[in-house]
């Protein structure tokens, strides 16, 4: 019986002319997934939160918290909301000490920021560009002069429980002694909220300058203190940090390390007795932050990128 056209068998050549079709689909389906599987091999927080802690040794006392940071997304649902909250909860890990109050050094320079410009965006304050280039080398060059300056001009005590107030920071107060900024006290776990909701709570713009601040933070602080350790010191890329220092509260230095890394959240609080020098501080919390595996997608998103101060009781801080 003789073969009809359509069941003539086709020639090899027509069957091969379907490999680069099937190629092309196969190596298409091969990169769309790439993404999915590299970010299935991410280390957790809950991994990496014990080799930060145990890189840091005995030097003296870490709270680490690792977390994501949320992402600003328009017209979701009430339960795609709660659904993705909880999926940035579970995101985050923090050691035994996330919890425990620090005094926050150059930390509070953040909320400080944050709140000011949250103000000024109401219309509840109005800031000159005197005012802006102050906030800005207040976070780049943890310039003190400029942060006492707001603090007493834009009352910083009411600036702090403004920012734990809108982002739900349940260990962040403002310092005993009205003056004494360096000695607002906060933890790990209310930093990393604060960084990883920033996005989110403040006003895009807002956001984007404070993260580039963060980002542009200078090798030298503006008081001469080498900011390069912790995050800035070892994370490569340019992340966005802050870092803080101050001796001697309690008979203690404090040294702190925090950084938005691509989309991690890193908080690094240390506190050492004031008999370990800095360079010993910094070394530990170097080993620490060294501990932080960054990922190829970190590091390309990481490079994107006046008033006297009321006088304390007793001998000011050195801080930043």
Same mark, same amino acid.
């Given at each position: ?26 190596l298409?389906?091969a990169?769309?997934s ?8 991410a ?5 990496? #939160?014990?080799? $930060?802690? /145990?890189a !840091?040794g005995?030097? *003296? &006392?870490l ?5 994501? +940071? ?48 949250h ?28 942060a ?11 600036? #702090?429980?403004? $920012?734990? /107030?809108? !982002?739900d920071?349940? *260990? &962040?107060?403002p310092?005993?002694?009205?003056? +004494?900024?360096?000695e ?10 604060f ?15 404070l ?6 933070a ?37 040294l702190?390390?925090v ?16 008999s ?17 595996p ?6 390309t ?15 000011k801080?050195?801080?930043?």
């Open positions: 019986m003789p073969i009809g056209p359509s069941h003539r068998p086709r020639p090899w050549g027509a069957r091969l002319g379907l490999l680069p079709t099937v190629v092309l689909l196969v298409l389906l990169e769309v790439t993404p999915r599987r590299a970010a299935a091999r280390v957790p927080p809950t991994d990496v #939160v014990p080799a $930060v802690t /145990a !840091y005995q030097v *003296g &006392t709270a680490v918290v690792v977390a994501r +940071q949320q992402q600003r997304l328009e017209d979701l649902s009430i339960r795609a909301a709660e659904a993705r909250s909880a999926r940035v909860l579970a995101q985050r890990a923090g050691n035994e000490l996330a919890g425990r109050p620090f005094p926050t050094a150059s930390m509070v320079k953040l909320f400080l920021a944050e709140d000011i410009l103000r000024a965006r109401t219309g509840a304050v109005t800031l000159t560009p005197h005012d802006r280039a102050q906030l800005e080398a207040m976070i780049r060059r943890s310039d003190d002069p400029a006492s300056d707001l603090w007493v001009r834009f009352d910083g005590p009411q600036a #702090v429980r403004n $920012v734990a /107030a809108r !982002y920071l349940p *260990g &962040t107060a310092p005993r002694e009205w003056g +004494q900024w360096g607002t006290t906060t933890t790990a776990r209310d930093l990393a909220w960084l990883t909701r920033l996005p989110v709570v403040a006003h895009p713009d807002d956001a984007a300058a993260l580039g601040w963060m980002r542009a200078t090798p030298i602080a503006a008081d001469g203190f080498d900011q390069q350790f912790g995050v800035f010191g070892t994370v490569p890329g340019q992340p966005a940090v802050k870092q803080g220092w101050m001796c001697c509260v309690d008979g203690q230095r404090h702190h390390s950084g938005v890394v691509g989309s991690r959240v890193v908080v690094l609080l240390s506190e050492v007795p004031s370990v020098g800095w360079d010993a501080a910094k070394a530990a919390l170097d080993a620490a932050a060294a501990a932080i960054v990922t190829s997608v970190d590091q998103s990481a490079s994107g990128r006046s008033a006297t101060p009321t006088v304390a009781r007793r001998a801080p050195v801080r930043s």
